[in-house]
């Protein structure tokens, strides 16, 4: 691997690094809606910890917010994925920062 893809590839580290500095609220779980057939359907939060489902009632007022920070953990993920894999190559190269 030559300097020139180096750098390339420290650069988008570097913008990585920038996108998890934007990125907000984090939160895993899932917004879900529950409820039977034809009634009312409760808007909730689900997240498993500790092969536990836990559930948090969000409402109308908080159902956004929550998706929100949900997204953000699926962006984070994605991100350190990204990372991941840069810095296996740069390690490879012996070029890491």
């Given amino acids: 691997m030559d300097k020139t893809e180096i ?3 420290r650069r988008s580290l570097k913008s990585l690094q920038k ?3 934007d990125l907000g609220p984090v939160m895993r779980g899932s917004v879900v809606m529950l ?5 009312a359907k409760r808007i909730c939060f689900s997240l498993n910890k500790d092969g536990k489902t836990k559930m948090m009632y969000l409402g109308k ?5 929550a998706k929100e920070y949900s ?5 984070l993920l994605g991100i350190v ?4 894999a840069i ?3 740069l390690l490879k190269e012996n070029a890491a920062h």
């Fill in 7 to 9: 750098l390339k590839l």
């Fill in 19 to 21: 996108k998890l500095g």
């Fill in 35 to 39: 409820g039977p057939k034809n009634k």
């Fill in 61 to 65: 007022k908080r159902e956004d917010k």
């Fill in 71 to 75: 997204q953000n953990y699926k962006e």
């Fill in 81 to 84: 994925e990204e990372m991941t």
């Fill in 87 to 89: 810095n296996m190559t």
